[in-house]
């Protein structure tokens, strides 16, 4: 193979290279952007931080809606079941 072509296929490989990472690189500051709107978060790190926190607060929510329903359920099963008692 001639140098020239090696260098044309070299530099292309390199363009297209530059043009993926270039794509990374917007797709990444688009996420960051909607990280910053969305949650207020500047950086992953503070991202990490509030989804343990959101996650805690999720698994509260369930054992607060599991308790209403078990109350909900105890009060009012035998009429949802058609009992008549």
């Given at each position: 193979m001639a140098v020239s072509e090696e260098y044309r296929r070299?530099?292309?490989?390199?363009?297209?290279?530059?043009?993926?990472?270039?794509r990374a690189h917007g797709a990444f500051e688009s996420k960051m952007k909607d990280l910053k709107e969305d949650?207020?978060?500047?950086t992953i790190e503070e991202a990490e931080?509030?989804?343990e926190e959101m996650q805690c607060e999720v698994a509260e929510l369930k054992e607060k809606y599991k308790?209403?329903?078990?109350?909900?359920l105890s009060k009012w099963g035998s009429?949802?079941?058609?009992?008549?008692?």
């Amino acid at each position: 193979m001639a140098v020239s072509e090696e260098y044309r296929r070299l530099k292309r490989k390199v363009d297209r290279t530059r043009e993926e990472a270039d794509r990374a690189h917007g797709a990444f500051e688009s996420k960051m952007k909607d990280l910053k709107e969305d949650f207020d978060c500047e950086t992953i790190e503070e991202a990490e931080t509030r989804l343990e926190e959101m996650q805690c607060e999720v698994a509260e929510l369930k054992e607060k809606y599991k308790a209403m329903y078990d109350k909900f359920l105890s009060k009012w099963g035998s009429v949802l079941n058609g009992d008549k008692s």
